[in-house]
């Protein structure tokens, strides 16, 4: 019998059997059954009869370059067009981080895409209960508060999850995979001056990310022998967009393929620098 490794879970017709018969597909092998087999199978893994093989849909993506993010990376990041990456969030030379515009920031949400446009992940915050998004909506209190995200690929599986434990004075940022195993963190150096952060991994710290004006807009991120592996830049998203929502934009540009867990905590940086240095949202407090 031919392989069938592609062939989603389920319920199908059997072709050599009666018409009151079925076989169902585990993943593993091939079971023959009845139709009064198939009802008493658990609600969560009953599947509809699929005659074909179907694959993960990728998100629909618009025809051709977009030239807003060309104009983006090019222009406004400076950073020159290169040749085409692996498609993934780590194995791209250029990320490309816009977060949705919104009047008020109740939900930390970002689209994550190449240099041309093409989006290959998104980042959103998880866990906040509706008291929370009250208090955000009432106060100025984010610097507070306890902030989950997910880092997710194009198909939305999540890829890293991204802990910053309410802030005082200095942020840190745990990171994860999603089994829970730890990657490493992000913490916050200084509070006067131009801000640094260290990346640590088992005990030791594998490199920085260091603002080049005291504003903070621009990073330089380097391994622990000082020498830059990575820049984030923040792109002018308009005036309307900056006095009237809470958009901010960035390109992290990777200069060369990182070792991990560096290459996690650069990735995690740049998706995530926005939610590390606020100190509080734009709303009504």
Known sequence: MTTHSNTPAGWYPDPHGAPQTLRYWDGVQWTQHTHADQQAVPAGQQQSAMPQMQAPQMPQQAAGPD????????QQAGVAAGGPGGGSLFSEPVLVVNQKAKLIELTNEYTVMDQNG?????????????????????SSLDQFMTHRLEIRDAYGQPQLVLTRPAKFFKSRVEVSRPDGSPVGEIVQQNMIGKINFAMNANGRQVGAIKAENWRAWNFAIVDHAENEVARITKTWEGLAKTMFTTADNYVLQIHYQLPEPLLSLVVATALTVDTALKQDSRGLG
């Open 67 to 74: 030239p807003r993010v060309q104009r983006q990376v090019q």
């Open 118 to 138: 093409n989006q290959i992940g998104s980042v959103t915050e998880i866990g906040q209960s509706a008291l929370k998004k009250v208090a955000r909506f009432v």
